[in-house]
């Protein structure tokens, strides 16, 4: 089978336009929840989220354009630049081997909600053309395949928070089967609207406490109440091995690694025994290696938490690593959320450095691992693993090598 490596790297979340300003924010236990902004959240239990500031959509699309498609396009047009320019292919590259694999929870929601309001105020002649091509989830893959000219396989996962993950072991898939050379992986989410807030708000899932918006996602610590809702947009260029070698491109690691599961559970609780199946697959598949570091899905719910740590537990026993979240920073941004920690995963390998768990005050007697608790931690990494599980019961896992 042939091997693939990540040669090109993007993020944009609430800590960051880049990934280079964003992962040191994160590494440096920068908070980027606050109040929202994006609408009034006055009447509403949750009044905080993990937004992106600073951001113009025009940057990434002729402002004429701009409204042609959702602000979770956008922002994974802007992932996926950075990691293109970063990955630096030549003119002669072959572009009908080059396919995407995009990732998204929810994809256009705030436009679904603003065309509803339409709908329901003006009548539906009103309703805009744009619309349906500028919301679905796999125009993301859509908008970010005409830009880039890739012309190989165009793919999408909508597996909630669990998407961005399985965006990138779909591409990797992809590649290792020949299906394509290379693959632009981009997961993106913007969920931060009435209705999103509202609906996750709902369900009893997201914190409350609006009075400490920083304090607020506390992943692990015993006083967690809730996960803090985040967006953003992350990108990866996976090679095939030997071409990109032969191109001398810059490697930020091998895909050694991945597992998927799905728990048959509960739509919404997550088990202990999908994750941990999930783990063991990508653990056997990567040949049982040392894993030096676990990127936590980490989300500051009661039950996540309790069930992540006791599965990593019983996959790694005492040679369990340090395991951090970096939800505390940025909130959980969906199905963005695997690929932005996969990016943290390969910047961390790059770098030498696990970020933190911010917030983490009070121990819990059921989360009993090395957390890495408020400040980062330098260390060698060679292998890496990161954990994504989703509701419905959708778990995905990756495992990354420095070569």
Do not use: W
């Not at 999408?156 to 779909?170: L, N, R």
């Not at 990797?172 to 708000?201: H, P, Q, Y």
């Amino acid at each position: 089978m042939r091997r693939v490596v990540v040669t090109g790297l993007g993020m944009i979340n609430a800590v960051g336009n880049d990934k280079e300003s964003a992962f040191k924010a994160i590494c440096d236990g920068v908070c980027g929840i606050d109040t929202i902004t994006l609408f009034d959240p006055t009447d509403y239990a949750v009044k905080i989220a993990g937004e992106v500031k600073n951001f113009d959509p025009s940057e990434v699309m002729p402002p004429k354009e701009v409204k042609k498609a959702d602000r979770f396009i956008h922002l994974g047009l802007k992932a996926a630049k950075e990691a293109m320019d970063d990955a630096n292919f030549s003119e002669d590259t072959d572009m009908t081997r080059f396919g995407i694999s995009a990732g998204s929870g929810i994809g256009g929601l705030p436009s679904i909600e603003k065309n509803s309001v339409i709908l329901e105020t003006r009548g539906p002649r009103r309703i805009s053309p744009f619309f349906i091509p500028g919301a679905l989830v796999n125009m993301l893959g859509g908008f970010v395949s005409i830009e880039h000219g890739t012309q190989g396989p165009n793919l999408s996962s909508v597996t909630a928070c669990a998407a961005g993950t399985h965006a990138v072991s779909e591409a990797a898939k992809t590649i290792m089967c020949n299906g394509a050379d290379r693959m632009l992986v981009v997961s993106a989410e913007c969920a931060v609207t009435g209705v999103g807030v509202g609906g996750f708000a709902a369900m009893k899932a997201l914190s409350t406490n609006n009075e400490n918006p920083k304090g607020a996602s506390r992943p692990f610590d015993a006083n967690r109440d809730g996960f803090v809702m985040g967006e953003g947009a992350a990108s990866l260029v996976l090679e095939e091995y030997e071409s990109a070698v032969a191109r001398g491109a810059k490697i930020y690691g091998e895909i050694i690694g991945f597992g998927e599961s799905g728990d048959a559970n509960h739509i919404t609780t997550p088990s202990l025994d999908g994750p941990a199946r999930a783990m063991k697959a990508a653990y056997k598949m990567a040949g049982e290696p040392k894993i030096d570091y676990v990127n936590a899905h980490g989300t500051s719910t009661p039950i996540n938490d309790k069930n992540e740590t006791a599965a990593v537990k019983e996959l790694l026993g005492e040679a369990t690593p340090p395991m951090s979240s970096i939800k505390g920073q940025i909130g959980h941004c969906l199905g963005a959320a695997g690929g932005i920690e996969a990016v943290t995963c390969l910047m961390a390998m790059r770098d030498g450095i696990i970020p933190p768990t911010i917030n983490y005050e009070t121990p819990d007697e059921n989360c009993d691992l090395d957390y890495v608790p408020n400040e980062a931690r330098k260390a060698e990494l060679k292998t890496v693993m990161s954990n994504s599980f989703g509701f419905g019961g959708t778990n995905g896992v990756l495992i990354f090598q420095k070569i």
